[in-house]
């Protein structure tokens, strides 16, 4: 081996140690920056469209551009991130009267859910299992009571370290409206500083970068705008039929409506069931109707209708995405997953297509 190379192996090494080391100090503000990065992505358009209404040139460019982008990073705090964590802190405080609600009903309905020794279903599950399950010894009110009250003692312990994570909460703001300042300001720059630090063509990076920002900025109209919309209509609908805990309920539908084959129907549908269980009839039949056409059946055809095709990414992984991202990140899973999702989609679009590129010959002669 050449000294020439092993200079090249050496400053490899020390290169790949400084990135690493750069990644520590970085992780943790990774959700922050990820977080001021999809907002950066979503209105930036719209920043470029502002500040094209004075020229370059005029006197006090400068001013006016610092002064715009600061108040396009007070407005999405203030318009977007502030009324969710309300809405969040309500939604808590809902879940208890939830909570309390579905133990009344359970203790009311005590006698309906026991299992008797006499009862056809225990008996064919006792032949099925050939004896080594009977229902007639669960205590299933009893069960779901304990699981209830272990829910309630699991949201006071949450809230209350919600409660003193209150000063942590607004650091955070202040340090995503500080990055989103000057993502507003020098997304340029930092892109091409991007592209200098990253050993890769310069045109596949062009093209991973506009695919990323593309694929998120449908991601977001086709899928969380739709389910934000499902979520408030039924949260509306829930208010109106005097639903318990609507806005813990509202919330739960913009969970499902990433499920496939499911959606939100799998919220509001026990909701207008437990609402005919309680002798409300009517007013079951109508929620359900409405649920039907105002939260399910508009999402048939308005997500179509802003996707177009534009996105390829199946609901089903976007919806484990959230899930996994939640377990990691906290409630900033539910855009942070996604947007991991998108970045390694789009790595993997561009390796595909350059593997195909360099080896033409190989393809061709696949069957």
């Known amino acids: 081996m050449e000294k020439q190379d092993i200079q090249k192996l050496i400053f490899l090494a020390l290169f790949l140690g400084l990135t690493i080391l750069l990644l520590v100090i970085f992780s943790p503000f990774f959700s922050t920056i990820l977080w001021s990065l999809l907002f950066y992505i979503l209105i930036n358009p719209l920043y470029q469209r502002c500040v094209k209404w004075i020229p370059p040139r005029t006197r006090g460019f400068s001013i006016y551009q610092n002064v715009l982008a600061a108040i396009f990073s007070l407005l999405i705090v203030a318009l977007i991130i502030l009324p969710l964590f309300f809405i969040l802190q309500?939604?808590?405080k809902q879940s208890f009267q939830l909570l309390h609600v579905l133990e009344g009903f359970v203790k009311r309905g005590a006698k309906g859910l026991a299992f008797h020794p006499d009862d056809p279903l225990v008996e064919t599950i006792r032949e099925i299992t050939f004896n080594s399950v009977d229902l007639s010894k669960i205590d299933l009110p009893k069960t779901i009571i304990s699981f209830l009250r272990q829910s309630t003692d699991f949201l006071f312990r949450f809230s209350t370290q919600m409660v003193r994570n209150i000063t942590s909460f607004f650091i955070t703001l202040l340090f995503m409206v500080f990055t989103l300042f000057f993502l507003l300001l020098d997304g340029k720059y930092l892109l091409s500083l991007f592209m200098r630090a990253v050993p890769l063509n310069r045109d596949l990076l062009l093209i991973f970068v506009n695919r990323f920002k593309e694929t998120?900025?449908?991601?977001?109209?086709?899928?969380?705008?739709?389910?934000?919309?499902?979520?408030?209509?039924?949260?509306?609908?829930?208010?109106?039929?005097?639903?318990?805990?609507?806005?813990l309920l509202a919330i739960l539908v913009l969970f499902f409506a990433?499920?496939?084959?499911?959606?939100?129907?799998?919220i509001w549908i026990p909701v207008a069931v437990?609402?005919?269980?309680?002798?409300?009839?009517?007013?079951?039949?109508?929620l359900a109707a409405l649920c039907t056409f105002f939260?399910?059946?508009?999402?048939?055809?308005l997500r179509p209708l802003i996707l177009q095709d534009r996105i390829k990414i199946h609901p089903l992984l976007i919806f484990f995405s959230i899930l996994g991202a939640i377990q990691y990140f906290g409630f900033q899973g539910i855009i942070l997953g996604p947007m991991i999702l998108i970045f390694f989609f789009a790595a993997l679009d561009i390796f595909l297509e350059e593997y195909q590129i360099s080896h033409p010959k190989e393809h061709e002669k696949d069957p």
């Open 90 to 92: 309500g939604a808590f």
């Open 216 to 247: 998120t900025q449908h991601l977001v109209t086709g899928y969380f705008l739709v389910a934000l919309y499902q979520a408030t209509a039924a949260g509306i609908l829930f208010f109106l039929f005097h639903v318990p805990a609507f806005l």
């Open 258 to 266: 990433f499920i496939p084959m499911v959606g939100a129907a799998g």
């Open 274 to 286: 437990l609402k005919l269980l309680s002798g409300d009839t009517a007013g079951a039949l109508l």
């Open 295 to 301: 939260v399910s059946t508009v999402d048939n055809f």
